[in-house]
């Protein structure tokens, strides 16, 4: 079993910049890769970013690219999404998830969630 606990969402204006935490606990030893994916009301569940959990490979949406970093301090197990210039579309509830590979849709595991709100 792992155990995701994410913080720092929040309300920001159009522009402006949020960095998640992903606080990981458990059987890490297994984990293969970690990503954030985001489900906003009405809308198809989306896979923003994910990286292998060891380093040597990324992936973000198209949606995301070149503003969203995904990072991992392996000291503290921390997993991070760093958001800059947000947009409203960017709106929406953000998991951190644990998947089987970095390119797969289909997570292992994931948290409670943290809402992010992009106001105009």
């Known amino acids: 079993q792992v155990q995701l606990v994410e913080s720092g969402g929040g309300l920001v204006q159009a522009g402006g910049s949020l960095r998640l935490s992903c606080a990981v606990s458990?059987?890490?030893?297994?984990?293969?890769?970690i990503g954030w994916f985001r489900q906003a009301p009405g809308k198809e569940r989306e896979t923003v970013a994910a990286?292998?959990?060891?380093?040597?490979?990324?992936w973000y949406a198209d949606s995301v690219t070149g503003r969203f970093t995904i990072s991992r301090d392996n000291a503290k197990n921390g997993v991070y999404l760093q958001m800059d210039s947000l947009k409203p579309e960017d709106t929406a509830v953000y998991y951190c998830?644990?998947?089987?590979?970095?390119?797969?849709?289909?997570?292992?595991?994931w948290g409670q969630g943290t809402q992010v709100t992009v106001s105009s």
């Open positions: 998830v644990v998947l089987s590979h970095y390119r797969a849709q289909t997570p292992d595991y």
């Open positions: 458990g059987s890490i030893f297994g984990i293969n890769a």
């Open positions: 990286r292998s959990w060891r380093g040597g490979g990324t």
